[in-house]
């Protein structure tokens, strides 16, 4: 045994002590690996625990929805929710910005290898700010007729279940059930409520402050009726011009079309479009057709071909005529 080694270790060009270590090294590593392995296998297979909200997660959570995370809108228990996919948050957890929003925010964890990346982004489900789904059938176990849940689906717009397996693969989804800060919502309630307030109190308003709000309500009555009545008009002055100067003319001719509000006024006047009419089917010229064909009887050569062309997307090609018997030159010359 001993010999066995002494000529391994002159192999290599090592002494014995040192190629008994290089052994205890190898060993050791391919024990760690293997190790790593098993805990990686346990943390696949051991669901995640949810538990309350943390102070790092809601601050992942506000930084992750601050980023353009290429979110599309699905369907999660009949809610429309926003569902991300797992690649562009770990993408935007190793951004600079993340960086710059450490520096403010020190309760964001430090990210430094795919471990504390992946750590990072799973306090997000621990702390049911973001679970992970999977596409389904919204009528699946239903038990339909063949035929009965044919509805209109909108393009694109996923219906999802939550996995109780919640995994960190860049390929996955996960739904947000976080929606933010509340701060504007609450703003713009307090800003409603008011507002009805206001409302409500207008015989308790000063007089001043009356007065105004009814010449207020004036201007805007006569603004409507002004609209109306030059409505009135141009129709008028449309029904004139069709018979006077066809094909007639408008009065701001985009007043009623799908544009802006200054667009709705330029051009100031404009003719009538006419509709357009179909395609014509093309026609040969008979002038051109005569004169091919006499010329080709004059000098005893084949008439050519005629096509016809139609709306179908074939061309018919009629088949060459028989040519019909010519006057010979010398004929033509003995006449003269």
Same mark, same amino acid.
């Given at each position: 045994?001993?010999?066995?080694?002494?000529? %391994?270790?002159?192999?290599?060009?090592?002494?014995?002590?040192?190629?008994?270590?290089?052994?205890?090294?190898?060993?050791?590593?391919?024990?760690?690996?293997?190790?790593?392995?098993?805990?990686?296998?346990?943390?696949?297979?051991?669901?995640?625990?949810?538990?309350?909200?943390?102070?790092?997660?809601?601050?992942?959570?506000?930084?992750?929805?601050?980023? %353009?995370?290429?979110?599309? *809108?699905?369907?999660?228990?009949?809610?429309?929710?926003?569902?991300?996919?797992?690649?562009?948050?770990?993408?935007?957890?190793?951004?600079?910005?993340?960086?710059?929003?450490?520096?403010?925010?020190?309760?964001?964890?430090?990210?430094?290898?795919?471990? !504390?990346?992946?750590?990072?982004?799973?306090?997000?489900?621990?702390?049911?700010?973001?679970?992970?789904?999977?596409?389904?059938?919204?009528? /699946?176990?239903?038990?339909?007729?063949?035929?009965?849940?044919?509805?209109?689906?909108?393009?694109?717009?996923?219906?999802?279940?939550?996995?109780?397996?919640?995994?960190?693969?860049?390929?996955?989804?996960?739904?947000?059930?976080?929606?933010?800060?509340?701060?504007?919502?609450?703003?713009?309630?307090?800003?409603?409520?008011?507002?009805?307030?206001?409302?409500?109190?207008?015989?308790?308003?000063?007089?001043?402050?009356?007065?105004?709000?009814?010449?207020?309500?004036?201007?805007?009555?006569?603004?409507?009726?002004?609209?109306?009545?030059?409505?009135?008009?141009?129709?008028?002055?449309?029904?004139?011009?069709?018979?006077?100067?066809?094909?007639?003319?408008?009065?701001?001719?985009?007043?009623?079309?799908?544009?802006?509000?200054?667009?709705?006024?330029?051009?100031?006047?404009?003719?009538?479009?006419?509709?357009?009419?179909?395609?014509?089917?093309?026609?040969?010229?008979?002038?051109?057709?005569?004169?091919?064909?006499?010329?080709?009887?004059?000098?005893?050569?084949?008439?050519?071909?005629?096509? *016809?062309?139609?709306?179908?997307? /074939?061309?018919?090609? !009629?088949?060459?005529?028989?040519?019909?018997?010519?006057?010979?030159?010398? /004929?033509?010359?003995?006449? %003269?």
């Amino acid at each position: 045994m001993r010999k066995q080694i002494a000529a %391994d270790a002159a192999k290599h060009g090592l002494t014995v002590p040192q190629f008994l270590e290089k052994l205890r090294q190898q060993q050791m590593a391919q024990a760690q690996a293997q190790q790593q392995a098993q805990q990686q296998a346990q943390e696949q297979q051991t669901p995640i625990a949810p538990g309350p909200p943390k102070a790092e997660a809601l601050a992942v959570a506000n930084f992750l929805r601050s980023q %353009d995370l290429k979110m599309r *809108t699905c369907i999660l228990s009949g809610q429309r929710k926003d569902m991300f996919k797992v690649k562009r948050a770990l993408r935007a957890l190793q951004s600079p910005a993340y960086e710059k929003a450490r520096k403010k925010n020190p309760l964001l964890p430090e990210i430094t290898d795919r471990a !504390s990346l992946e750590n990072t982004f799973k306090l997000l489900p621990l702390s049911l700010l973001a679970l992970r789904v999977t596409k389904t059938d919204p009528h /699946e176990g239903h038990n339909h007729a063949p035929g009965a849940h044919k509805t209109k689906r909108v393009k694109g717009l996923w219906t999802v279940k939550i996995e109780q397996q919640q995994e960190c693969k860049e390929e996955l989804h996960f739904v947000w059930l976080y929606e933010g800060t509340q701060i504007k919502q609450k703003l713009y309630a307090v800003g409603a409520l008011a507002l009805v307030f206001a409302v409500v109190m207008f015989p308790l308003w000063p007089m001043k402050l009356r007065l105004g709000v009814w010449y207020l309500s004036m201007g805007m009555l006569g603004l409507i009726g002004l609209f109306f009545v030059m409505a009135i008009f141009r129709l008028i002055l449309f029904c004139v011009t069709m018979f006077a100067v066809p094909p007639g003319l408008w009065l701001y001719p985009n007043l009623f079309e799908d544009v802006g509000f200054f667009d709705s006024f330029r051009p100031v006047w404009g003719w009538q479009e006419e509709k357009k009419k179909g395609k014509k089917k093309s026609k040969p010229s008979g002038g051109s057709a005569n004169a091919a064909s006499i010329g080709a009887a004059m000098t005893g050569q084949p008439a050519p071909a005629s096509a *016809t062309t139609t709306t179908a997307p /074939e061309i018919a090609v !009629s088949k060459p005529k028989k040519r019909a018997p010519a006057p010979q030159v010398e /004929e033509v010359f003995d006449e %003269d």
